[in-house]
């Protein structure tokens, strides 16, 4: 598939996630009377930045399939970064990695107390399906609306997301296996990426074959980006990723790199990612920023 310059691609990048940014704020609960305090909290955590992958990646796959009601679709896209915001609030609780800094900033339990830290994530968690299941009944097709919501749930649940924190939690500080490892990759950080890309898709009206084939691509890039991001934790700075690195090395965590080393990890986020772009290259439509944003995620730098 053809791939955009990169000037082309940073312009098209920030006016995409400038609008996302909007839809988000526009998103966030409106009539509140006491319990302002989780309104603040869900908006310090949702509003905070973050590179605002997965409502992109959902928006570019329902183009790729030839989806023109964006508007339709901005509730899915809140809905999905909704539930990726309060895995991060929830991870950085003082119970799981009890991390001070997330996206440059004080962590929501740092600034608003563990209890409020539990409370936003639950609330972000809620508010994701409440924001979802409207914009599903208020959908021209509501049974592509209902598809979505399906792969919403599951891929964020015990068969996904949640599903890969409680082995990672569960093993933490024993040495893993390959297959162990691999495991935790696909549902942890995969599932989330398996729902963007299968959800886009779903809301343009995709059929199965097509969605099973982006649930591949879901995968393949949530691979490359989870061994990314621990080359990451090696190479970058604190300055440039928003929080502490070498924390893997610290807490003695097996990831990618300490099980095959620095090259064999970059070359395998560079085939993960090419055979990611090898499948999209089989499915209708074309999609010329998404296949270049894939491209881009290789050699992310945050
Ligand atoms: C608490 C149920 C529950 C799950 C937590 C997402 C997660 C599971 C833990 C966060 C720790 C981690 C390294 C997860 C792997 C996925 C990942 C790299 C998340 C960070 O996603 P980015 O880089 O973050 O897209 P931004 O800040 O850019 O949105």
């Known amino acids: 598939m053809r791939q955009l310059n ?19 704020q526009e998103a966030l609960p409106a ?27 959902l928006s570019e796959t329902y183009r790729l399939f030839g989806g023109e009601d964006m ?12 539930i990726h915001t309060y895995s991060l609030v929830h991870d950085d609780l003082p119970a799981m990695d009890n991390d001070e800094y997330r996206r440059g900033r004080k962590t929501t339990h740092i600034v608003f107390g563990e209890d409020m830290g539990i ?22 097709q509501p049974e592509r609306g209902l598809k ?29 296996e390959e297959e162990q490892l691999d495991f935790i990759y696909r549902l942890k950080t995969g599932a989330l990426l398996e729902a963007a890309f299968m959800s886009g898709a779903a809301l343009a009206g995709a059929g199965d074959e ?31 990723l928003g929080k502490p690195v070498g924390s893997d090395v610290r807490n003695e965590k097996t990831t990618y790199v300490s099980l095959h080393g620095m090259d064999a990890a970059k070359k395998a986020v560079e085939e993960y ?21 894939i491209t881009a995620l290789i050699h992310r730098k945050k």
Do not use: W
Request: aromatic share 4%.
């Open 71 to 82: 508007q339709q679709i901005h509730p899915f896209m809140a809905a999905l970064e909704m």
């Open 148 to 176: 979505a919501l399906e792969i919403l749930s599951e891929k964020a649940g015990v068969y996904g997301m949640v599903g890969g924190q409680v082995v990672d939690v569960e093993l933490t500080g024993k040495p893993l």
């Open 210 to 240: 097509e969605l099973q084939r982006m649930e591949r691509i879901g995968c393949l890039v949530g691979q490359a980006f989870q061994i990314q991001d621990d080359i990451l934790d090696i190479v970058s700075t604190t300055e440039e």
């Open 6 to 24: 990169s000037e082309e691609f940073e312009k098209e990048l920030s006016e995409r996630v400038e609008k996302i940014e909007l839809i988000l």
């Open 273 to 293: 990612s090419q055979e990611a772009l090898e499948l999209l290259d089989s499915v209708r439509g074309e999609n010329p920023f998404l296949a270049t944003l």
């Open 31 to 57: 009539h509140i009377t006491m319990q302002k305090t989780i309104r603040d909290a869900m908006e310090y955590s949702l509003m905070a930045g973050g590179k605002r992958l997965r409502p992109l990646l």
């Open 119 to 140: 409370l936003a994530g639950d609330a972000l968690l809620n508010y994701a399906y409440e924001t979802a299941v409207k914009g599903a009944a208020a959908c021209g």
